[in-house]
């Protein structure tokens, strides 16, 4: 059982803030300063170039995607780091295409990041008119799947709504009609357990700022199924993913499983801190994380309802089908959110109207939820969330 | 003038180290870990997802694009940082190809990079048959420029030699025959003084953890010409180079300007680092800089020729012919690159027989020089090269 009192004890949470953002940026895990320094000082400082070898750093890549496929059911040598999610959207979508060379069509749904949406945008647009990037509502995608879709492109939990997709039964109706998978895991990765082998995705890629806490800008992963790690033709076709870097060849040829997925040189620091994140997970149990996710999501949904007439609850009340987080719609929930923001309870705001709250177990507990819903319900009942200064908007909701 | 003695004392360097690898990774700035502490704990420890506007990491990647403009002779506003230099090589190429529709070729030489090369392969495959990446010997680029070619893509400086390409001239002639160009500064920015705009570069690329000491992973950063950017096509379009990022549009609408090359969420620790690494910047002045480099270069020509007659020398004679670099070739510079590394002398080696010395004098002075000769010259006349523990290959060289 996951002692959840130890884990919180590993983060460094600012006093006084109630902190229901981890599902945008994870808090800093108490480790990672230490360990952020260590690469700066004792290898960078001291071993310089040689530190890619003396350091470890040439395969820090794929030790930490091995630690990662732990939390999504992975095999080993099957999940590498690097990039940000925009990139391994983008090289696993081509894979993808690449091995369904006869159809044409990237199937995605609305309720997916329109982040991912632009990415398959530029690479249809890359590969040619024929190319096409369809669109469906999340309730249609498996009646849009036919035996034209090369490729289908979700994300299993929803960033607005928290929404979750059937990854295993959408995956097994995919392949009954020719396609491939690629699933975006950057809200499941770390607040669920997942199992791309039981699911049988070819791709999937996530980040690890998020439920996985690696700070501001940490890379992401991919993960390629073992029947595709030695046939998928990299887009990005990166130095790092040859067979041979230091040979210098003019011509490239793709490493071998899931090196190929390396693109350039990766970024040590923040791999440092991703690091020293993941030692979390060596006291957590993702099973038990996703009972007390549940748990708590329930007992805020609960207390917004009762207290809380305006808003509107827009999540899946079944906790089951739901990620680790809650949205409320509310006409005025920009001005609502900075208002929380400004007595210390952070979560965020999505267009038009949602209000999203994420419950992270790791280091949120009921005191949390209850303090939440309190100030929540005190600025709606006091009208406090209409001033002016709460409509301004900034660069980042 | 430069104070190099000043800026030597910026930079944290192993106490018997001769260090002649910031070619390959520049050595810390002593302003970097207390920046990086200060990013971990005072911003994302407490400020947490308000970072992004609180701590200005959502303008990170053009205030440091603004930076390093300065140092390429870019207008502010025609930078920005972010991902790495394989990943801004295809986005550079694909948006110049994209601007020369009716033409399908590449042209570059076997002098570039093969991480440059590989990306470009990569893109042509991707976007179809017809395109073609053609690659010519670096003294045959001009005769092979014609009305054909969409793109010229080519490294200043040659990673191996150091020989220099006439960028200015290169670029007119392309543009004289309807091609655009796309330059490498890897080798440059840093080392010399580099004008894209007089040169009338249409895109530039360059990483930062060589000669601008941003530490392993560093971002890279991609320049476009005012003319092109806002008709640039992004193929990797990304939500951070979206127009309104924030409004979650379901269709991808590129911002104005350099804006639309960033592609996802920057590596915010990395470019903290790369942030105090350019303070280094405020100190000196890059034609003292090259001035020094050209002195220090040839003297260690002069010194090695003197007393290692089994070295042949690589690079250009001519100073100004050549970056910040000497090359020599030697049968066995493998074996003999590892016994100076044995020695504190850190070189570096490339295939099939290219000793690789980085002259930086930021932080590299005479006494480097005659000390790294003067070791050179004693493990030759000794033969403490041919040791079985010298032959040994590593992951990197």
Same mark, same amino acid.
């Given at each position: 059982?996951?002692?959840?009192?130890?884990?919180?004890?590993?983060?460094?949470l600012?006093?006084?803030?109630i902190?229901?953002d981890g599902?945008?940026?994870?808090?800093?895990?108490?480790?990672?300063?230490?360990?952020?320094?260590?690469?700066?000082?004792d290898?960078?400082g001291?071993m310089?170039?040689?530190?890619?070898n003396?350091?470890?750093?040439?395969?820090?890549?794929?030790?930490?995607g091995d /630690?990662?496929?732990? &939390?999504?059911g992975?095999?080993? @040598?099957?999940?590498?780091?690097? !990039?940000t &999610?925009?990139i391994k959207?983008y090289?696993?979508?081509?894979?993808?295409l690449a091995?369904?060379?006869?159809?044409?069509?990237?199937?995605?749904d609305t309720?997916n990041?329109p982040?991912?949406?632009?990415?398959?945008?530029?690479? #249809?647009?890359?590969?040619?008119p024929?190319?096409?990037?369809?669109?469906?509502?999340p309730?249609d995608?498996a009646a849009a799947?036919?035996?034209?879709i090369?490729?289908?492109?979700?994300?299993?939990?929803?960033? /607005?709504?928290?929404r979750?997709?059937?990854?295993a039964a959408?995956?097994?109706? #995919?392949?009954?009609?020719?396609?491939l998978?690629?699933?975006?895991?950057?809200?499941?990765?770390?607040?669920?357990?997942? !199992? %791309?082998?039981? =699911?049988?995705?070819?791709?999937?890629?996530? =980040?690890?700022?998020k439920?996985l806490n690696?700070?501001?800008?940490?890379? *992401?992963?991919?993960?390629?199924?073992?029947?595709?790690?030695d046939?998928?033709?990299?887009?990005?076709?990166g130095?790092?993913g040859?067979?041979?870097?230091?040979?210098?060849? &003019?011509?490239?040829?793709? *490493?071998p @499983?899931?090196? /190929?997925?390396?693109?350039?040189?990766?970024?040590?620091?923040?791999?440092a801190?991703?690091? *020293?994140?993941?030692? %979390?997970?060596?006291?957590?149990d993702?099973a038990?994380?996703?009972a007390?996710?549940?748990?708590? =999501?329930?007992?805020?949904i609960?207390r917004?309802? #009762?207290? =809380?007439?305006?808003?509107?609850?827009?999540?899946?009340r079944?906790?089951?089908?739901r990620?680790?987080q809650?949205?409320f719609?509310?006409e005025?929930?920009?001005?609502c959110?900075q208002?929380?923001?400004?007595r210390g309870?952070? @979560?965020?705001? /999505?267009?038009?109207?949602l209000?999203?709250?994420?419950?992270?177990?790791?280091?949120?507990?009921?005191?949390? %939820?209850?303090?939440?819903?309190r100030? &929540? *319900?005190?600025?709606?009942?006091?009208?406090?969330?209409?001033?002016?200064e709460?409509h301004?908007?900034?660069a980042?909701?």
């Amino acid at each position: 059982m996951t002692d959840f009192a130890a884990t919180k004890a590993m983060f460094d949470l600012p006093e006084g803030m109630i902190y229901l953002d981890g599902n945008s940026l994870g808090p800093l895990p108490k480790a990672a300063p230490a360990r952020v320094q260590k690469t700066l000082n004792d290898e960078w400082g001291e071993m310089l170039i040689t530190g890619w070898n003396k350091a470890g750093w040439m395969d820090l890549p794929t030790r930490l995607g091995d /630690r990662i496929g732990k &939390l999504i059911g992975a095999p080993q @040598g099957s999940v590498v780091l690097g !990039d940000t &999610l925009s990139i391994k959207v983008y090289q696993a979508l081509a894979s993808a295409l690449a091995l369904r060379p006869d159809r044409r069509i990237i199937l995605s749904d609305t309720g997916n990041f329109p982040s991912d949406l632009y990415m398959a945008e530029g690479l #249809a647009r890359t590969l040619g008119p024929d190319y096409v990037l369809k669109t469906v509502a999340p309730e249609d995608v498996a009646a849009a799947l036919d035996d034209e879709i090369a490729v289908l492109m979700l994300t299993e939990v929803d960033y /607005r709504t928290g929404r979750l997709h059937d990854m295993a039964a959408l995956t097994q109706h #995919a392949h009954s009609v020719g396609a491939l998978t690629v699933w975006d895991l950057a809200h499941s990765a770390g607040a669920l357990p997942v !199992d %791309v082998t039981t =699911c049988k995705a070819d791709f999937a890629v996530g =980040c690890t700022y998020k439920y996985l806490n690696s700070g501001p800008g940490g890379p *992401a992963f991919i993960y390629v199924a073992p029947e595709h790690s030695d046939t998928a033709t990299p887009a990005l076709s990166g130095w790092l993913g040859h067979d041979a870097p230091f040979d210098f060849d &003019l011509t490239y040829h793709p *490493a071998p @499983g899931i090196s /190929r997925m390396r693109v350039g040189t990766p970024a040590i620091v923040q791999m440092a801190a991703l690091d *020293a994140a993941l030692d %979390v997970w060596d006291h957590a149990d993702i099973a038990d994380v996703r009972a007390r996710s549940i748990q708590l =999501c329930d007992m805020f949904i609960e207390r917004v309802e #009762a207290t =809380c007439p305006q808003l509107q609850l827009a999540s899946p009340r079944d906790g089951t089908q739901r990620g680790s987080q809650v949205s409320f719609r509310f006409e005025h929930g920009y001005p609502c959110m900075q208002a929380l923001i400004a007595r210390g309870v952070i @979560g965020d705001f /999505r267009a038009p109207d949602l209000m999203r709250f994420g419950f992270t177990p790791l280091y949120i507990g009921e005191d949390e %939820v209850i303090g939440a819903a309190r100030i &929540l *319900a005190d600025i709606l009942e006091s009208g406090a969330w209409d001033r002016p200064e709460f409509h301004a908007r900034s660069a980042v909701t």
